[in-house]
């Protein structure tokens, strides 16, 4: 069962969208629609920011959202904070497993 | 407020034994998976294994299975991992997270972790 493959960075301006994408296999990411994205900032737990490949919890701003095409799911970020910059991981449902991605360090600039 | 208080950190030497633990309050612990996440210094998520503190059902990830056991006490509302003899490489924070969305889809209540440091 290997990791989902995400970027290791991307990085944006004030203001502008990012799309951090994350990609498996028909047997994880492509195959059921429970594809979830976690915020970590440093020394910090994980943030559950999308669920079910595009659902947001109470309390993500609508800034965030989620979708899912064939083996890639997307998070994308649009008017970029400062406070956004973080680690993004991915995680998929693979069949009484899970699988997280590598993640993506976001650096606002 | 939901939420699940982990122990503290441990420092072991290779080969001792280790339980830690995740306590969960304010909502119904029976009724809801546990999962627990390992994070190696300076790297990613790593996923291990769930438990269903209700019938203590449990799931193990492939790359985990033999390596750590994850346990229950639903009277204490306690999830429990553990190791019988630890290496070097069981250095990491781990994570306990409850998993919900029709049953257990997503992790969306974490601890604050708990640091394993295993060192000579």
């Known amino acids: 069962q290997s990791a989902l493959t995400q970027p290791r960075s991307v990085s944006g301006s004030p203001g502008q969208s990012v799309t951090i994408s994350c990609t498996g296999t028909s047997s994880d990411v492509g195959g059921y629609n429970y594809v979830s994205w976690y915020q970590q900032h440093p020394g910090k737990a994980p943030k559950l920011m999308i669920y079910?490949?595009?659902k947001r919890p109470s309390g993500v701003p609508d800034r965030f959202s989620g979708s899912k095409s064939g083996n890639t799911a997307s998070l994308t970020i649009s008017g970029l904070q400062a406070e956004d910059e973080a680690d993004y991981y991915c995680?998929?449902?693979?069949?009484?497993?899970?699988?997280f991605g590598g993640g993506t360090k976001l650096t606002v600039l | 407020e939901v939420q699940l208080v982990q122990s503290g950190a441990e420092v072991k030497k290779p080969g001792e034994s280790l339980k830690i633990s995740c306590k969960g309050s304010g909502y119904s612990f029976t009724s809801y998976w546990i999962g627990w996440v390992r994070q190696m210094p300076g790297k990613g998520l790593e996923w291990m294994g769930i438990?269903?503190?209700?019938?203590?059902?449990?799931r193990y990830s492939p790359s985990f299975q033999g390596q750590v056991t994850i346990s229950a006490d639903k009277s204490i509302s306690t999830a429990y991992l553990q190791w019988s003899s630890l290496k070097a490489s069981d250095t990491a924070m781990y994570y306990c997270?409850?998993?919900?969305?029709?049953?257990?889809?997503?992790?969306?209540?974490w601890g604050k972790g708990t640091t394993v440091t295993v060192s000579s």
């Open positions: 997270a409850r998993q919900s969305g029709g049953g257990y889809y997503y992790m969306d209540v």
């Open positions: 079910d490949v595009s």
């Open positions: 995680c998929s449902y693979a069949g009484s497993s899970w699988v």
């Open positions: 438990i269903y503190p209700g019938d203590s059902d449990t």
